[in-house]
T-cell receptor
Framework: QKEVEQNSGPLSVPEGAIASLNCTYSDRGSQSFFWYRQYSGKSPELIMSIYSNGDKEDGRFTAQLNKASQYVSLLIRDSQPSDSATYLCAVRKGGGADGLTFGKGTHLIIQP | GAVVSQHPSRVICKSGTSVKIECRSLDFQATTMFWYRQFPKKSLMLMATSNEGSKATYEQGVEKDKFLINHASLTLSTLTVTSAHPEDSSFYIC???????????FGNGTRLTVT
């Protein structure tokens, strides 16, 4: 079982709609969860971080975490063409000096 | 916000040569930096964890003698790809964080092409 799993897509969403991106992880000891956006040929940029169960909202973005189900999601409201990118789910297993484990990413396409 | 600077952004080299990539934390001190590699349409793979003042910790399958990491100061880590071969062509990205619980902030990456 892969450590962090995402549907690679592409996920096509009409402009103005809600885009829903999902991620599951295998290590129950994981403590920190992040969503990054990566445009083609560029490095990832942080969108959201979430550390506890529930929802966290930041502008048009909402991250949702369910540790019991080992599931984290990202909702993008009022999707814009500029949101078209690959979205990477990343998980940190524990504290200390751990790096992040990334999923393969979901390619999101917002159709004008 | 935290800024990580990576240089060069793009390098083309001949097979057998060595290439050095620099990663700097511009507005914070980073005792730990992380080096990732990404092949086209693939996920980021952690190569090694760079620790200031001590040896780097390499992930399984990453050759430490081929990918030399030096973290000589709290703001600079370097990755040297030694005796590069075409299969080393990839996108190399460094990252750092401001404290233990903070997210990783990434440099702009280095596109390495070995001919």
């Amino acid at each position: 079982q892969k450590e962090v799993e995402q549907n690679s897509g592409p996920l096509s969403v009409p402009e103005g709609a809600i885009a829903s991106l999902n991620c599951t992880y295998s290590d129950r000891g994981s403590q920190s969860f992040f969503w990054y956006r990566q445009y083609s040929g560029k490095s990832p940029e942080l969108i959201m971080s979430i550390y506890s169960n529930g929802d966290k909202e930041d502008g048009r973005f909402t991250a949702q975490l369910n540790k019991a189900s080992q599931y984290v999601s990202l909702l993008i409201r009022d999707s814009q063409p500029s949101d078209s990118a690959t979205y990477l789910c990343a998980v940190r297993k524990g504290g200390g000096a751990d790096g992040l484990t990334f999923g393969k990413g979901t390619h999101l396409i917002i159709q004008p | 916000g935290a800024v990580v600077s990576q240089h060069p952004s793009r390098v083309i080299c001949k097979s057998g040569t060595s290439v050095k990539i620099e990663c700097r934390s511009l507005d914070f001190q980073a005792t730990t930096m992380f080096w990732y590699r990404q092949f086209p349409k693939k996920s980021l793979m952690l190569m090694a964890t760079s620790n200031e003042g001590s040896k780097a910790t390499y992930e399984q399958g990453v050759e430490k003698d081929k990918f030399l990491i030096n973290h000589a100061s709290l703001t600079l880590s370097t990755l040297t790809v030694t005796s590069a071969h075409p299969e080393d062509s990839s996108f190399y990205i460094c990252s750092a964080r401001t404290d233990l619980d903070s997210p990783l902030h990434f440099g702009n990456g280095t596109r390495l092409t070995v001919t």
